[in-house]
Nanobody, 125 residues
């Protein structure tokens, strides 16, 4: 069983930055792939970024590439999402997720086994 708790969301003006954190419980964090997804009101959940167990492989949605950076600290069982140059269209609830296949940095939501409760990010124009 893995429990994931996101933090770091908030209200930020366009062009600003936020860093999201996702703290994981359980002994398997360092062997799991991790991902970030988001869901805006009235829209389907979409992939944002993913990282494999070692941090050596990352994957980004085209809409965030070059602005967002995913990283992890296995000693702290935490994955991060650094978000820069935020845009109003980045407004959403952001979720982290855990994938027992640590070798991949998959964008496919169905491959993730556990999900956090989400943290709200609001970007004002």
């Amino acid at each position: 069983q893995v429990q994931l708790v996101e933090s770091g969301g908030g209200l930020v003006p366009a062009g600003g930055s936020l860093r999201l954190s996702c703290a994981a419980s359980g002994r398997t964090f360092s062997s799991n792939g991790m991902g970030w997804f988001r869901q805006a009101p009235g829209k389907e959940r979409e992939f944002v970024a993913a990282i494999n167990w070692s941090g050596g492989s990352t994957n980004y949605a085209g809409s965030v590439k070059g602005r967002f950076t995913i990283s992890r600290n296995n000693a702290k069982s935490t994955v991060y999402l650094q978000m820069n140059s935020l845009k109003p269209e980045d407004t959403a609830v952001y979720y982290c997720a855990s994938d027992s296949d640590g070798s991949s940095a998959t964008s496919r939501a169905y491959e993730y086994d556990y999900w956090g409760q989400g943290t709200q990010v609001t970007v004002s124009s």
